[in-house]
């Protein structure tokens, strides 16, 4: 296992399973728009109505789960999502960089989010371009 502040860069995540831990892993074939993404999370997270489908929204709510029973999400990702937009791409990986600094580890909740170490090179030229992650 190995690091990417704030991110860790592991092909397993199963290390952080247990009773106490919701693992999602982001499906592969994300790499057209955002709406597909959203969509997704909404879903696998049973996102509270409020979620508005847009970047902030996803923001929010990822900073909030107080609809979750499980103390830790933990978000794999064997791929980088939204691969033909790199725009997006970039929103995304800083939202997720945002809200690992965001939750501590003595909160009721707890975000981690793994990249598969085939992601490593390219998450981190977008999270320094982008400025988000060290």
């Not at 009773?19 to 892993?25: G, K, P």
């Not at 847009?54 to 909030?64: G, H, I, K, T, Y």
């Not at 029973?69 to 990702?77: A, D, G, K, M, Y």
Request: glycine share 4%.
């Amino acid at each position: 296992m190995a690091t990417m502040y704030p991110f860790i860069i592991s092909e397993d995540p199963g290390y952080l399973g247990g009773q106490t831990v919701r693992l999602l892993e982001v499906p592969i074939d994300l790499q057209e728009n955002k709406q597909a993404l959203f969509a997704w999370y909404a879903k696998e997270l049973k996102l509270p109505e409020y979620f508005g489908k847009n970047w902030d929204s996803l923001e929010e709510c990822l900073l909030d789960l107080s609809w979750l029973s499980e103390r830790r999400l933990v978000i794999f990702h064997r791929v980088l999502p939204l691969g033909l937009n790199l725009k997006d791409q970039q929103t995304y990986i800083c939202i997720l960089a945002r809200v690992m600094q965001d939750w501590k580890v003595d909160e009721i909740h707890e975000v981690t989010v793994i990249f598969d170490p085939a992601c490593e090179h390219s998450l981190c030229s977008l999270a320094k371009e982008a400025g988000c992650a060290e």
